[in-house]
């Protein structure tokens, strides 16, 4: 099993483009999409209840929403272990 019975953290953000409450919800879903990939690609070490999902939105760049190269580094998705 990946990394034991850590659980797994999905964080979802979007740059500050838009809607916030739409850059939440793509936040979300993007986020959900990858709990969904990893739980289809290995339900073994992926199951139910072990990925949490997080959407912070445009709350928290990592890089400025000033330029097109810091609005593609802000729309990311991060995995963190034993949250």
Do not use: C
């Not at 979007?14 to 993007?30: H, I, K, V, W, Y």
């Not at 000033?66 to 593609?72: D, I, M, N, Y």
């Amino acid at each position: 099993m990946v990394a034991g019975r850590l659980k797994v953290a999905v964080h979802g953000h979007t740059d500050n483009t838009g809607d916030p409450q739409a850059n939440q919800q793509l936040s979300e879903d993007r986020a959900m999409a990858v709990q969904r990939w990893l739980e289809t690609k290995s339900r073994s070490a992926f199951p139910e209840g072990r990925v949490q999902v997080y959407a912070h939105g445009a709350t928290e760049p990592v890089a400025s929403n000033s330029t097109v190269e810091g609005k593609a580094k802000n729309r990311r998705v991060e995995i963190v272990l034993g949250n």
